[in-house]
Every structure is written in C-alpha cells, then in structure tokens.
C-alpha cells in the first residue's frame, strides 16, 4: 500500500516571514484622558466628538427635509460640506486614538 501524495504539501517549504510582534514590543498609551497620570488638579479637554458628529448630522437631515422632493444644488451642497465637516472630525478623533 503506498502513502497517499499530498502535491501541495509536499512542496511546501515553511517560508520566513516578518517577525511576528509581541505585547512587550506594542508601543505603549502616551496619552490616556481616563487615567489620573498627571495628577487631580489637571483637567484634561477630550472633544465630545459623538455630539458633535450628531449635530452635524442632524443639520443634514434638516437640510434634506427643508427641500422636501425637489432637487437642489445649493441643499446638496450644503449636505456635503456639513458630511466632510463630520468626516473631518472623526478623521482627528481617530487619529488621535492611534497616537495614544
């Protein structure tokens, strides 16, 4: 009886890839607004970002209300910027996570 051949696994070589991080080597938070690092007295300013998303929000759904079924670019308009404004302000909210 012979082997069964297996012609992937046969030809397969384990192939070294990048060094695999570990939690030792994961940078470490440099800024954390919840922990008491810098002492009682410091007050840490941390934008509330989820409200301020939702109000722009909110003013876009009032802007697409405003103009019912009708078509208008200056509505459409409007809608965008107040979109980007919001995108923006996540964008910085994000980056802002990744550098702790």
Not at 37 to 64: M, T
């Amino acid at each position: 009886m012979s082997q069964p051949t297996d012609h992937m696994s046969a030809n397969r070589t384990p192939t070294p890839g990048p060094p695999r991080p570990t939690p030792g080597a994961m940078p470490r938070r440099q800024f954390d607004p919840v922990g008491d690092d810098l002492g009682a007295d410091a007050q840490l300013e941390v934008p509330d970002v989820e409200a301020e998303v939702a109000d722009l929000v909110s003013q876009v759904d009032a802007v697409r209300e405003s103009v019912g079924d009708t078509f208008s670019l200056a509505a459409l308009e409007r809608q965008a910027t107040l979109l980007e404004q919001a995108h923006d302000a996540l964008t910085t909210a994000l980056d802002a996570v990744d550098r702790r």
